[in-house]
């Protein structure tokens, strides 16, 4: 398996366990732009925009293009009236596909990339997205398991201006004390609060 991948399953599961935490009554929740230029959406947008990623994972790791898939097939509601389930459903094949896929090129609708390029884009999403999510809903504890966090910090801490170039990365959101948990070291390089929402 590739190692990105590894990284993304790991990742798949957490995002999961935090989506199932997901009340109706927190529909009203609006979440930060999950990279820079994005926008702010409502929780319930927010879970519809990573379960149509998730979504395609399957179609695009096994080298199809978005126009032989039908650009708009996975438009529309995907998660129906059981949302923690589908979005599971929808999780487990994403991870499954990456398991199996081979460090080939992914035809994305944004062009060309490599296949652990784009496993490795996603895992930082639900990264973030399941902190995002767990903090917004009052969770005193980031959600990021350390091995997660770890794997995350050693492959973009080297290049962490790249990332930053991007938008995927803010700018260091406080000095980094030297003995810190490798979520919050993460987090923090990534400019992103590691911390619960005040």
């Not at 957490?14 to 732009?33: N, S, Y």
């Not at 090129?105 to 496993?119: C, E, I, Q, R």
């Not at 399941?130 to 091995?147: K, Q, V, W």
């Not at 003995?179 to 400019?191: N, Q």
């Amino acid at each position: 398996m590739l190692d990105e991948a590894k990284l993304f399953v790991m990742a798949q599961d957490v995002i999961v366990e935090v989506v199932g935490r997901i009340r109706a009554e927190h529909r009203h929740l609006v979440l930060p732009a999950l990279f820079a230029g994005e926008p702010r959406l409502a929780l319930p947008a927010y879970v519809d925009a990573l379960a149509r990623e998730d979504a395609w994972v399957p179609d695009l790791l096994a080298g199809r293009r978005p126009e032989e898939v039908g650009a708009d097939k996975y438009d529309g509601d995907l998660l129906g009236d059981d949302r923690a389930a589908a979005y599971a459903r929808l999780a487990t094949a994403a991870a499954a596909a990456a398991r199996e896929a081979a460090d080939t090129v992914v035809h994305t609708p944004g062009g060309d990339v490599a296949a652990g390029a784009y496993l490795e884009l996603l895992t930082i999403r639900r990264a973030f997205a399941a902190h995002d999510i767990a903090m917004h809903l009052g969770s005193r504890a980031c959600p990021l398991t350390e091995e997660l966090a770890r794997g995350l910090w050693e492959r973009t801490e080297p290049d962490v201006e790249r990332w930053r170039a991007r938008g995927v990365f803010g700018p260091q959101y406080e000095p980094m004390p030297p003995d810190v948990s490798w979520r919050d070291r993460f987090l923090t390089t990534a400019g992103r609060n590691p911390h619960a929402l005040e």
